[in-house]
């Protein structure tokens, strides 16, 4: 079975201009949670969509926006970028957005450089 | 407030060596789960386990072993004989029932030498 999917692999933008990161769970999975990781640190919590809505927001400006499709699939948006958002953004997927157990599996993740 | 502690920056070992990661995390719940990945260069992140709050049965995975005390609000992995495949990156994470996101620590980098 595929894993969870992302594109592009690797991106450079200048400042000021917008990304789109693209996201594919793996089939079956409803929920899927993007990740901001920066250089040395460990991933930090942007966005949490489950069936279409969302469910989750962590400590991030409103440049950062997302949404997910009928088919789970997720887009994540950037929009005036700077410098600080170099950095790999994930993608994760699960089969529930419930605060119980259930493992998120990551994707490769996007490599975002911004100049 | 969710707070996940890996003070232990980098470690390096020669292969063969057994190797204990550290992971201390602080929450207000009482039902809560903790989590382990491993990053490899290329990365991606692996799951390698999930324990519950209300479970402090420790576990062995072949070479992998993980040690949740509660009392002392840790998880600590330890890597027995270890590889140079196990180089890597491995974060501690924590979700409770009532986040949807999981809070990371800042990692451990774990180089084996051959």
């Known amino acids: 079975d595929a894993g969870v999917t992302q594109s592009p692999t690797h991106l450079i933008k200048t400042r000021g201009q917008q990304v789109t990161l693209r996201c594919s769970p793996i089939?079956?999975?409803?929920?899927v949670s993007w990740y901001q990781q920066v250089l040395g640190q460990g991933p930090q919590f942007i966005f949490q969509y489950y069936e279409k809505e969302e469910r989750g927001r962590g400590n991030f400006p409103d440049r950062f926006s997302a949404r997910q499709f009928p088919n789970y699939s997720s887009e994540l948006n950037v929009n005036a970028l700077l410098l600080g958002d170099s950095a790999l953004y994930l993608c994760a997927s699960s089969l529930s957005r419930s605060g119980g157990p259930d493992e998120q599996f990551f994707g490769p993740g996007t490599r975002l450089t911004v100049l | 407030a969710q707070k996940v502690t890996q003070a232990q920056t980098e470690i390096s070992v020669v292969e063969k060596e057994d190797v204990t990661l550290d992971c201390v995390y602080e929450?207000?719940?009482?039902?809560?789960?903790l989590f382990w990945y491993k990053q490899p260069p290329s990365g991606e992140l692996v799951f390698l386990i999930r324990r519950n709050s209300f479970d402090e049965q420790n576990e062995i995975s072949g070479r992998y072993s993980w040690n949740f005390q509660k009392s002392t609000s840790s998880f600590n992995f330890t890597i027995t004989a270890s590889q140079v495949v196990d180089s890597a990156v491995y974060f501690c994470a924590l979700r409770d029932t009532g986040r949807r996101a999981l809070t990371f620590g800042s990692g451990t980098r774990l180089q084996v030498q051959p």
């Open positions: 089939s079956g999975h409803k929920s």
């Open positions: 929450t207000r719940d009482t039902t809560y789960y």
